[in-house]
């Protein structure tokens, strides 16, 4: 079982910097993949990154195209915690985004993430 907490919404104006943490319970952190998800008002939910173990020490980051080169997604496994660091944030980033963690193949749709956490606003002002 695993818990998720994100944190580190709020309100910004455009060109502005967030960073997301999402804290997980457990003592396996280490071995889920770990993601970033957003939903909009009246939208569906959409992939923002996920990050995955790749071997060794390596782990392999993926990222949405609308936000590939202003975010950053990463991870400490040590504090069992996620992080996405949100760059040059745009109105159209607004939206609630969730934390993640699933298996460790690629999976953008979320459908295999088995927990979630509660969400965590995040307003960019025009």
């Known amino acids: 079982q695993v818990q998720l907490v994100e944190s580190g919404g709020g309100l910004v104006q455009a060109g502005g910097s967030l960073r997301l943490s999402c804290a997980a319970s457990g003592r396996t952190f280490s071995s889920y993949a770990m993601g970033w998800f957003r939903q909009a008002p009246g939208k569906e939910r959409e992939f923002v990154a996920t990050i995955r173990y790749s071997g060794g020490s390596v782990y392999y980051a993926d990222y949405a195209d609308s936000v590939k080169g202003r975010f950053t997604i990463s991870r400490d496994n040590a504090k069992n915690t996620v992080y996405l660091q949100m760059n040059s944030l745009q109105p159209e980033d607004t939206a609630v985004y969730y934390c993640?963690?699933?298996?460790?193949?690629?999976?953008?749709?979320?459908?295999?993430?088995?927990?979630w956490g509660q969400g965590t606003q995040v307003t960019v002002s025009s």
């Open positions: 993640a963690a699933g298996p460790q193949f690629p999976d953008r749709t979320g459908q295999t993430y088995g927990y």
